[in-house]
């Protein structure tokens, strides 16, 4: 079923509004308690949001083994990658979490060439995708203030976006024909009880208080980054191509950014403004190469 341009927009916009506060959102939430009880607690109202839900919507949530192997790779993206994120987020920026996930396309550019044999790679596209990139790498160089321990929320990250990128390419090569809401539940079904494992073993204490920033972070990552923003990304990964789902983390790196500097005094250099503008110029030539890419050089790439 082909779905509506305007809810694929609406989606869109979503996604990528959910996305650029998340950075933040988690860093807040792990501000007193710590990250694991954060990400467990958020997986673990999502979970139960979304088996409501999908009951008073009559969803089925099937568990014929196709099915189960989509809820399985989900599950590895909403696990690992989450996880790898949150504990990362201890020792860099909340801005520079989104910046380094706007490696996404070229990562899943690559597996989804091999793994679904799509072929969007052509020459305009690699050029936008190259543009984005430098845009990143130029923000990366100039505009992010490094402690000693960065390297290690960076290598974290870094490993989250592994994870995200075969996720989204695993769940389009299983092609479980499952609605974006089937997906959702069953994949946290699978992340959330290995989540309140690993709280049990890393933790496994309640936190006496909960400051009220990190309260209503983890509230608003529950309720709305998981329920909400996991549901209209998988309705997209069903929908599009993962390249093109993996777009939204071209864009969400600046907004990151303005966020965390506005919201939580995260000091951004103004070469950053440079970076952006090539995202943005990498984004256009990426969805409208004939404004910028010749025609006969279109052709003979």
């Known amino acids: 079923m082909t779905a509506h341009p305007i809810k694929l927009i609406l989606g869109f916009l979503l996604v990528t509004l959910i996305w650029s506060t998340t950075p933040l959102a988690i860093k807040w939430s792990s501000d007193g308690p710590t990250f694991i009880f954060g990400v467990s607690a958020r997986m673990t109202i999502g979970m139960v949001l979304l088996i409501l839900i999908a009951m008073i919507k009559r969803v089925p949530v099937p568990f014929h083994r196709q099915a189960l192997l989509t809820y399985f790779a989900a599950g590895m993206g909403i696990y690992g990658a989450m996880l790898s994120v949150?504990?990362?987020?201890?020792?860099?920026?909340?801005g520079f979490i989104s910046v380094l996930f706007g490696l996404t396309p070229i990562l899943t550019g690559i597996l989804a060439y091999f793994m679904l044999q799509e072929r969007s790679w052509t020459f305009p596209r690699v050029l936008g995708v190259l543009l984005g990139l430098a845009g990143l790498v130029f923000m990366f160089s100039q505009s992010i203030d490094f402690g000693s321990d960065a390297?290690?929320?960076?290598?974290?990250?870094?490993?989250?976006?592994?994870?995200?990128?075969?996720s989204a390419v695993s769940v389009k090569k299983i092609h479980g024909n499952?609605?974006?809401?089937?997906?959702?539940?069953?994949?946290?079904?699978?992340?959330?009880?290995?989540?309140?494992v690993t709280w049990?073993?890393?933790?496994?204490?309640?936190?006496?208080?909960?400051?009220?920033?990190?309260?209503?972070?983890?509230?608003?990552?529950?309720?709305?980054?998981?329920?909400?923003?996991?549901?209209?990304?998988?309705?997209?990964l069903k929908h599009m191509t993962t390249s093109q789902v993996a777009l939204l983390t071209l864009i969400t790196p600046m907004?990151?950014?303005?966020?965390?500097?506005?919201?939580?005094?995260?000091?951004?250099?103004?070469?950053?403004?440079f970076g952006t503008g090539l995202i943005l110029f990498g984004m256009t030539v990426y969805q409208w190469p004939c404004i910028f890419v010749p025609v006969w050089l279109r052709r003979r790439k």
């Open 200 to 236: 049990i073993v890393l933790d496994g204490h309640l936190p006496e208080a909960i400051p009220q920033k990190a309260l209503w972070s983890i509230l608003y990552l529950g309720v709305i980054a998981t329920t909400i923003g996991f549901n209209a990304y998988f309705y997209m």
């Open 255 to 273: 907004m990151a950014l303005w966020f965390g500097q506005i919201f939580n005094g995260e000091t951004i250099a103004l070469s950053a403004w």
């Open 86 to 94: 949150y504990w990362g987020a201890q020792y860099i920026q909340s």
């Open 151 to 166: 390297i290690y929320g960076i290598a974290a990250v870094l490993l989250a976006v592994t994870l995200h990128s075969l």
């Open 178 to 196: 499952l609605s974006s809401m089937s997906v959702t539940t069953g994949g946290m079904l699978v992340a959330t009880p290995v989540y309140i």
